[in-house]
Nanobody, 122 residues
Framework: QVQLVESGGGLVQVAGSLRLSCAAS????????MAWYRQAPGKEREFVAK????????YYADSVKGRFTMSRDNAKNTLYLQMNSLKPEDTAVYHC???????????????WGQGTQVTVSS
């Protein structure tokens, strides 16, 4: 099993910044891809960013491209999301996700964190 715990959320004003962290524990050696998703009230869960095992390749949703930066520190088993130029529409619960090697479908994540709330006030 893999456990994921997010932190770093909070209340921030428009154009502000936040840095989210996701600490992984357990069978971390089995983790391949990791990602951030978010879910706003009344909306479906939305993809934010994804990175590969080494962290050298990242993918971003168009809505956050150029504002958010994802990074991964495998030595610390931690995933980060630096969020700049925040907008009210970024308000959501942000979830960390991981795919372990036994899941062949690279679009599916089998481990999820509980999430951290990000609220952007105007």
């Amino acid at each position: 099993q893999v456990q994921l715990v997010e932190s770093g959320g909070g209340l921030v004003q428009v154009a502000g910044s936040l840095r989210l962290s996701c600490a992984a524990s357990g069978r971390t050696f089995a983790i391949v891809d990791m990602a951030w998703y978010r879910q706003a009230p009344g909306k479906e869960r939305e993809f934010v960013a994804k990175t590969t095992r080494s962290g050298s390749i990242t993918y971003y949703a168009d809505s956050v491209k150029g504002r958010f930066t994802m990074s991964r520190d495998n030595a610390k088993n931690t995933l980060y999301l630096q969020m700049n130029s925040l907008k009210p529409e970024d308000t959501a619960v942000y979830h960390c996700a991981a795919r372990s090697a036994e899941v062949r479908d690279n679009s599916r994540f089998n481990y999820w964190g509980q999430g951290t709330q990000v609220t952007v006030s105007s």
